[in-house]
């Protein structure tokens, strides 16, 4: 598990392909998204499956949303982007926030549960050998958008988990240096 977390590294999404996780990994996956602190057992979040063919369908619809609202100045380019938005990798997860007002549990809390959710979604594909990435792009914050990803008003995106097999060896990215944020508390002086 150490070894695991310590390698963990986005996969850029040009270098994600086939194959993605069988059914029996997905579903440890989301039963190990979902072991997270969760004050109040709220549940204040849950996840979208986006693949095949609905990943293609919703890839046309983003299109046909992106050219009504740019005309003629879309370009080709733009179009594709769109179409293929979540057909980038084999599997697209959204990770939803229903956080609600609560008596006893602060919204912000019930947000990070959530957030949570996804980085232990993040870390059981890598367990399983398997790349992620994790993004939001403009769709996450666009009603239309978010319409068309069965995604209501006022749930908010935390964000889309790309899952799926990287085509190459991912070289490492500078990490922070310990020093520079790791402080250790004092006691006030009385």
Same mark, same amino acid.
């Given at each position: 598990?150490? #070894?695991?977390?310590? &390698?963990?590294?986005?996969?850029?999404?040009?270098?994600?392909?086939?194959?993605?996780?069988?059914?029996?990994?997905?579903?440890?996956?989301?039963?190990?998204?979902?072991?997270?602190?969760?004050?109040?057992?709220?549940?204040?979040?849950?996840? *979208?499956?986006?693949?095949?063919?609905?990943?293609?369908? *919703?890839? %046309?619809?983003?299109?046909?949303?992106?050219?009504? &609202? %740019? =005309?003629?100045? @879309?370009?080709?380019?733009? &179009?594709?982007?769109?179409?293929?938005?979540?057909?980038?990798?084999?599997?697209?997860?959204?990770?939803?926030?229903? !956080?609600?007002?609560?008596?006893?549990?602060?919204?912000?809390?019930?947000? @990070?549960?959530?957030?949570?959710?996804? @980085?232990?979604?993040?870390?059981? !594909?890598?367990?399983? =050998?398997?790349?992620?990435?994790?993004?939001? %792009?403009?769709?996450?914050? #666009? #009603?239309? !958008?978010?319409?068309?990803?069965?995604?209501?008003? #006022?749930?908010?995106?935390?964000?889309?988990?790309? *899952? =799926?097999?990287?085509?190459?060896? *991912?070289?490492?990215?500078?990490?922070?240096?310990?020093?520079?944020?790791?402080?250790?508390?004092?006691?006030? @002086?009385?």
């Amino acid at each position: 598990m150490l #070894d695991v977390l310590s &390698r963990r590294r986005s996969v850029p999404l040009p270098m994600m392909g086939e194959p993605g996780p069988t059914q029996e990994q997905l579903d440890q996956m989301l039963a190990i998204a979902a072991r997270v602190p969760d004050h109040g057992k709220l549940a204040p979040w849950r996840f *979208i499956l986006y693949r095949g063919a609905a990943a293609t369908g *919703i890839g %046309e619809a983003l299109a046909a949303l992106v050219e009504a &609202r %740019e =005309g003629d100045s @879309m370009t080709e380019t733009r &179009r594709m982007v769109e179409q293929n938005r979540f057909t980038r990798s084999p599997l697209v997860i959204g990770v939803i926030s229903t !956080a609600k007002p609560h008596v006893k549990i602060p919204e912000w809390e019930q947000v @990070m549960s959530g957030a949570a959710a996804a @980085m232990n979604l993040i870390d059981a !594909a890598y367990a399983f =050998g398997y790349g992620a990435n994790w993004v939001t %792009e403009w769709v996450a914050y #666009d #009603d239309e !958008a978010k319409a068309i990803l069965g995604i209501a008003p #006022d749930e908010r995106v935390i964000g889309f988990i790309h *899952i =799926g097999t990287a085509k190459e060896v *991912i070289e490492d990215r500078r990490r922070p240096v310990m020093a520079d944020i790791v402080t250790e508390a004092s006691a006030p @002086m009385v």
